[in-house]
């Protein structure tokens, strides 16, 4: 079972959020601190709800984001969000297609997912200034390895969309609900 929330209310009971993401981060974060969800989800993470971050979801997790000006994210884990042209001005974004995650530290994220297999990405912006305890799966991208999934205690990220990546995201989605 599952429940679209979009006002504050809707979270009241929710033992499990799927934070999905397309878009950019400041329109988002403006969007859920006009609702007050912010707080919401900030109150959730420490009272151990599971949160799933998803692309763009992933990216508010972060304290901030350079995309459209410096953004403050939702600071429920360390880290800072950057440009990919941040590194070297001739590497192609967004950064679109199937791409292999390679597991760093085991998961029940990705429990019965083979090491190095494909999820399919479409972003311009990674992870940076992080804490390395958290990450669980980083991905190559022009001779750069990035943050491609976090978790820590009841947060987990995927930089990846689970829900366009065939049988290993369904798999992934599986076990945040069953594992997570």
């Keep these: 079972k599952y429940k679209i929330c979009r006002a ?12 999905p993401g397309v878009g950019a981060f400041k329109d988002f974060m403006k969007k859920i601190k006009q609702k ?32 459209h000006g410096d953004t403050k ?11 990919f042209k941040s590194i070297n001005s ?3 974004i967004p950064h679109v297609g199937w791409n292999s995650c390679i597991y760093v530290k085991k998961n029940p994220l990705f429990n019965e997912i083979n090491n190095f297999s494909d999820f399919y990405f ?30 820590k205690k009841n947060i987990y990220g995927v930089q990846f969309h689970p829900e366009k990546s065939q049988i290993n995201g369904l798999k992934l989605l599986k076990n945040f609900y069953e594992n997570c």
Excluded: M, P, R, W
């Design 122 to 151: 479409t972003h311009s912006y990674f992870l940076k200034e992080y804490d390395v305890d958290d990450k669980i799966a980083e991905t190559e991208y022009f001779n750069n390895n990035f943050v491609s999934a976090i978790a």
């Design 90 to 92: 001739k590497i192609k």
């Design 73 to 83: 994210g939702l600071g429920i884990v360390e880290g800072k969000i950057d440009s």
């Design 8 to 19: 504050n209310e809707d979270l009241s009971g929710i033992k499990k959020i799927i934070l």
């Design 36 to 67: 007050g969800i912010d707080k919401n989800l900030i109150l959730k993470s420490k009272n151990n709800t599971s949160i799933l971050g998803v692309c763009l979801g992933f990216q508010i997790l972060f304290n901030k984001s350079t995309e």
